[in-house]
């Protein structure tokens, strides 16, 4: 049965708003990443020889260094430099791994994800960016600046971080609110530009959290058919956990290590309350699981070393007054 209590509804109901947000979102992002790319296409095409690609440029294994660019040819070379003037984080490493260079000419995406957050790629549309890519790519990509201020956009990632990484999965009544206002702050920004943000605040105080509890045990009744899309309650949650998975398993790999072994917890807790929905996280379960017994194994291997460490203190301690006890005994009784 899947009870959820109200600071679980909290935290889900944050998570529901970014998902509502990212919907309302769509129009604006797509149609403005477009005219930013014809703007560059058309500046490339009057500014270089026009040639295109021959070599399949591929970076893909190439390591994001922050001041480092990736080599290539120079077909690629205008786009990388457009792409970099317009970059407001020329200081810190640009994923540019995540970017296929031949196709920056054709494809929008292919541009925009170098702005975004590592990881991306195999992925090449709307649907594949979840909302923290778009917040970066608006972050990141000066162009977007004439719409909205970047501290705007930073709260709103800032939220995002915290439904991902909070351990228990939980918020209280005022941490809801709060997250809650910088998302509606947003929308309010960018609402003379996005119109579907105009009805944002709206969107997110109607719509509902469903407390649904199946009491059958776990074969759903015939009756019930979850709802996977973008904001009932078991979309939400579905979307949310494979995010949370994925965010998570970054955070591993880049040793962020604090805090994780219990945000893993968190997430494998929530997968199994959550599992007579009958939706399919079976590998992101799996992904979990296998997190978890790495994080619980460097754990104890750190814990070893460190007792280790104070055996051979104590033992060298002992071992020195053991060597210095009869020089301090005579030093003794020379001086009485
Ligand atoms: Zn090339």
């Known amino acids: 049965m899947a009870i959820y209590d109200d600071n679980d509804q909290n935290w889900l109901k944050v998570a529901q708003s970014l998902r509502i947000l990212r919907r309302r979102l769509r129009p604006f992002v797509e149609n403005e990443t477009e005219i930013y790319h014809n703007s560059l296409r058309t500046k490339i095409r009057n500014t270089s020889s026009g040639t295109t690609c021959q070599t399949k440029c591929n970076i893909k294994k190439w390591n994001p260094i922050p001041k480092k660019l990736p080599l290539m040819c120079v077909a690629c070379v205008p786009w990388r430099d457009e792409i970099l003037a317009n970059h ?8 540019w791994n995540n970017c296929t260079p031949h196709l920056w000419p054709s494809k929008k995406w292919e541009v925009a994800k170098a702005y975004m957050p590592r990881g991306l790629k195999r992925k090449c549309n709307f649907d594949d960016f979840d909302i923290s890519a778009l917040l970066n790519l608006m972050t990141c990509c000066k162009y977007f600046r004439r719409f909205i201020q970047e501290h705007k956009l930073n709260q709103v990632i800032e ?15 005022e941490e809801k609110e709060g997250h809650l206002d910088k998302i509606r702050d947003l929308g309010q920004a960018l609402a003379q530009h996005a119109p579907d943000l105009m009805k944002l605040s709206e969107e997110i105080e109607m719509t509902p959290l469903y407390l649904i509890m199946v009491a059958q045990g776990p074969r759903l009744e015939a009756a019930f058919v979850p709802r996977i899309d973008d904001v009932s309650t078991v979309g939400t949650t579905f979307w949310t956990l494979k995010e949370r998975t994925e965010f998570l398993l970054q955070c591993y790999d880049e040793g ?6 219990e945000a893993v917890r968190g997430t494998i807790n929530c997968l199994e309350r959550n599992k007579y929905y009958g939706f399919d996280l079976s590998k992101e379960e799996e992904i979990l699981l296998w997190m978890e017994e ?3 194994q460097q754990e104890k291997s750190a814990k070893a070393q460190q007792a280790a460490r104070r055996l051979f203190l104590s033992y060298g301690l002992i071992f020195a007054v053991s060597l210095l006890w009869p020089r301090l005994l005579s030093l003794l009784a020379h001086s009485a």
């Open 294 to 296: 790495q994080l619980i």
């Open 159 to 173: 939220v995002r971080n915290s439904v991902m990484h909070c351990p228990d999965m939980t918020f209280s009544k």
């Open 256 to 261: 962020q290590l604090d805090g994780l072994k």
């Open 88 to 95: 407001s984080a020329k200081e810190g490493p640009i994923h």
